[in-house]
C-alpha cells in the first residue's frame, strides 16, 4: 500500500505542477487584451457593434468595450472623469464643450442623419405635418430627454419652429435616450416618438410616417473624437482612424447613415 501512496503522491505532484506551470500563460494571454472603452451614442449601437466583431478579428490584441447612452449623459460623464478612450456623439453641442474644455484631442464629423416621426407599424395615423400631433388620435407622443438626447433637441426646435411645443406639453412622455423613444411606440406606450431614421429601420415594429424637414432643426452631424485623459492613445487613434475606413463607412451606410463631406 506504502507504494501505491508514493505513487499517488508523485502523480498529484507532477498534475499540480503541470497545472501551475500552465497558469501564467494563460495570465499573460488574458492580460495581453488592450481594453478600448468607447462612449458612444445609442443611435449607433447596431453599427458600432458590427464594426465592432470586425475590427477584433483584425486585432486580436483590443476590446473593444461600449458605454452606450445619450450623448448629453457621456458628455457629463466624461466631464466628471468617467474612463473613455473615444467619444461618438449625436451632436456637434456635446463634442464641441469636451474639446473646448480641453477634455478631447483629435476629433472629425464622421456622420449625418435624419430626424423622423415614427408610428407603431399597424397604426392608421396619416401625418403630412408634425403639427398634426395636437390631434386627438395623438394622446402620447414620445421625445428624447432635450438637455441630454439630442434627437430630443432636434425635435423640440423642430415643434417649437412650427409652434407646437407648448400645445403638446401634456402628451410628451419624455425618454433617456433615443433608443427609449423607440421602444416606447414599439410597445404601444406612445403613439408617436422622434427618432433618428437609422434607428426607425432597425425595427420592425415601427414605420416611418414622417421624414421631419431639415431646415426646421439643426443639422444633425455625428462627430467622434480621442480623450485625451485615454491611457491607450495609439489604440484609440487606430479605431479613430478605422472608423474612417471604406469598411467602416460601408457599414454606417447600410445601417441609414450618411457619410460627413
Known amino acids: 500500500m506504502g507504494m501505491f501512496k508514493k505513487l499517488a503522491v508523485v502523480i498529484m505532484a507532477a498534475l499540480l ?37 470586425l475590427y477584433e478579428k483584425q486585432h486580436p490584441d483590443i476590446d473593444l468595450v461600449f458605454n452606450y447612452g445619450a450623448s448629453g449623459t457621456l458628455q457629463k460623464q466624461i466631464e466628471q472623469g468617467a474612463p473613455a478612450d473615444l467619444f461618438f456623439s449625436a451632436g456637434g453641442k456635446q463634442m464641441t464643450a469636451l474639446v473646448n474644455g480641453g477634455l478631447v484631442s483629435d476629433h472629425k464629423e464622421l456622420l449625418k442623419n435624419q430626424l423622423v416621426l415614427v408610428v ?11 403639427t398634426q400631433l395636437t390631434d ?47 421602444s416606447y411606440v414599439e410597445t404601444g406606450n406612445a ?9 426607425a429601420l432597425t425595427s420592425g415594429k415601427v414605420k416611418i410616417a414622417l421624414t421631419v424637414g431639415a431646415h426646421v432643426h ?11 485623459d485615454s491611457k491607450h492613445t495609439a489604440e484609440a487613434k487606430a479605431f479613430y482612424s478605422y472608423v474612417q475606413t ?16
Open 17 to 53: 505542477a503541470v497545472g501551475l506551470s500552465a497558469m501564467p500563460e494563460k495570465q499573460v494571454q488574458a492580460a495581453s487584451k488592450t481594453e478600448i472603452m468607447v462612449s458612444a451614442a445609442a443611435s449607433l449601437q447596431d453599427s458600432l457593434d458590427k464594426i465592432a466583431v
Open 120 to 130: 407603431p407599424s399597424d397604426s392608421k395615423a396619416s401625418i403630412t405635418a408634425i
Open 136 to 182: 386627438k388620435g395623438f394622446k402620447k407622443v414620445a421625445v428624447g430627454q432635450p438637455e441630454s438626447v439630442p434627437a430630443g433637441q432636434y425635435a423640440q426646435q423642430s415643434l417649437t419652429g412650427k409652434k407646437v411645443w407648448d400645445k403638446l406639453q401634456s402628451k410628451l412622455v419624455f425618454a433617456k435616450d433615443v433608443r427609449q423613444v423607440l
Open 191 to 199: 403613439d408617436a416618438g422622434f427618432v433618428y431614421k437609422t434607428d
Open 218 to 228: 439643426k443639422a444633425i452631424n455625428y462627430p467622434v473624437g480621442i480623450v485625451k
Open 246 to 261: 471604406k469598411a467602416a463607412s460601408d457599414i454606417f451606410t447600410s445601417y441609414g447613415f450618411k457619410l460627413a463631406e
